[in-house]
């Protein structure tokens, strides 16, 4: 007999409903995919930072163990699974674990196996492959998705970068990538040898790096996903990069806006077109599932250049699954899970693109990750706690009361808090305190922080306490991205 295959977004929907599998996403919060546990039964968060103080019903944070210090999301990962919390909570839950991820390796691969489980993502070494920024360019050109005028070369020293820029007609200014990491700490711009010197440690022997021409341009993400019956693509959002409240690195990911007219129709039209032919490409290479890609849309010409690819779910990610086309058919999570899944389905996804396209399926919202962007070490003493705050009349921000969904802010003048550092962490430059969700935009039209948002800011960070280290105990974290 031939197996049932899903046919409509109503069947896919009651497939998740009934879910029997454990499924658990495992990261250092469960930021990234919030909500989805409302949507999947069975579907439980595995973190190491409780920022909930242990109050959401779906998410398990071990008790605190020995280990060596982290480097890395992936040793997070590792550190949970092979907690003996972890596992005997997956043991006692039964049933064949699935594992999804924010980062991992290939050692998570091998501890989700030793737990008999299975990782729904593709392998850890397509995924880094991919994630180089080199090779991205390379799926672009592929794909007929264009970069900004570049070229990857090693670069020996900075009279060899001249060279390689005279050769390529890039100018002089310009902004160099290295193949890997978060933007903010991987993104040079330099326009002299000052600014050069200021970064050789980090780009001389680093292998090919990606030099590209400097242009005056405005950031943008959009989520997709790679299925079996063609790419899904979600909307195209804002990004808010390197605003000096709430991230100490220059071109430094600190949040996003979501809402119908971010760009001119022409532009989101074209960013989806892009998207779609991009995702068309990963299913070449291999790749399926859930990916992000940054454009860089010129101010002056309007032209959408490709920025980077993120192949997995990022943080934009808690934007992409809480737009009002989630709601009004499902996640673009759910059909990575789905494609996982091994389940039957048949999808008009070109049908799909053209209903989430529809301005009235994106409704306003904005989120920013606020980070400590002092140059200080210090210990917290007092944090606000995860929920809904209200900013009164006179600017002040006050709790209002304990929530884990972010659906629960009922105007702009209420917000989700996620709290990060809790009483007793360390505080270093760097360090996210946590992430506010608001209704409507945080910026100007011209692209800056509004007074909203300012005074949202101002307020949570207004809340935390903290006291001075000895100089001689100050240790700085390693900052590495946790979302």
């Not at 305190?433 to 209704?439: P, S």
Request: proline share 4%; hydrophobic share 35%.
């Amino acid at each position: 007999m031939p197996k049932k295959v899903l046919k409509n977004i109503s069947e896919i929907r009651r497939y998740f409903h009934r879910n029997e599998e454990p499924i658990y996403f495992v990261s250092a919060t469960n930021f990234n995919l919030l909500g989805l546990d409302e949507w999947a039964k069975n579907f439980k968060y595995i973190c190491y930072i409780d920022c909930y103080d242990g109050r959401h019903p779906n998410v398990f944070c071990p008790s605190e163990q020995p280990h060596a210090e982290f480097q890395s999301i992936e040793d997070i990962n590792n550190y949970l699974l092979q907690h003996k919390e972890v596992v005997d909570l997956i043991k006692r839950r039964g049933g064949k674990p699935k594992f999804v991820f924010l980062m991992f390796d290939e050692e998570t691969e091998r501890l989700a196996k030793e737990l008999g489980g299975e990782v729904w993502f593709p392998k850890a070494k397509l995924r880094t492959r991919c994630d180089n920024k080199i090779e991205t360019v390379r799926i672009g050109n592929k794909a007929g998705v264009p970069s900004v005028p570049n070229t990857l070369s090693e670069i020996k020293d900075y009279d060899h970068l001249k060279k390689v820029c005279e050769k390529a007609k890039l100018g002089n200014d310009l902004v160099l990538q290295s193949a890997f990491g978060d933007s903010g700490h991987t993104t040079f711009f330099i326009k002299s040898e000052a600014d050069f010197r200021r970064h050789e440690h980090e780009i001389v022997g680093e292998g090919e790096i990606k030099v590209m021409k400097r242009i005056d341009c405005r950031g943008s993400a959009i989520e997709a996903c790679a299925t079996s019956q063609g790419t899904i693509v979600g909307p195209l959002m804002t990004e808010l990069v390197g605003f000096g409240d709430l991230t100490p690195y220059r071109g430094g990911w600190c949040g996003n806006e979501i809402f119908a007219t971010a760009f001119p129709p022409k532009t989101r039209s074209k960013a989806r077109e892009l998207t779609f032919k991009f995702g068309e490409q990963l299913r070449k290479e291999g790749y399926r599932g859930y990916f992000e890609l940054d454009f860089l849309v010129d101010k002056k010409t309007g032209d959408i250049w490709l920025g980077e690819l993120n192949p997995r779910v990022t943080g934009a990610s808690s934007m992409t699954n809480h737009a009002a086309f989630a709601h009004a058919d499902a996640p673009l999570f759910l059909f990575h899970l789905l494609e996982f899944s091994k389940k039957g389905f048949k999808l008009d996804t070109d049908e799909l693109n053209k209903r989430w396209a529809d301005p009235d399926m994106i409704d306003s919202w904005s989120q920013m990750v606020i980070k400590h962007t002092e140059d200080s070490v210090d210990i917290l003493t007092e944090a606000p706690q995860t929920g809904i705050y209200k900013m009164l009349d006179d600017g002040t921000v006050v709790f209002d009361r304990f929530d884990y969904h972010r659906r629960a802010v009922e105007s702009e003048n209420e917000a989700f808090f996620l709290r990060i550092l809790k009483p007793g962490d360390y505080r270093y430059e760097g360090a996210d305190l946590g992430i506010l969700v608001t209704r409507g935009r945080s910026m100007t039209p011209g692209f800056k922080l509004n007074d909203r948002a300012q005074k949202w800011i101002h307020g949570i960070k207004n809340s935390f306490a903290a006291r001075p280290m000895d100089v001689a105990g100050a240790v700085a974290e390693p900052a590495f991205k946790i979302m």
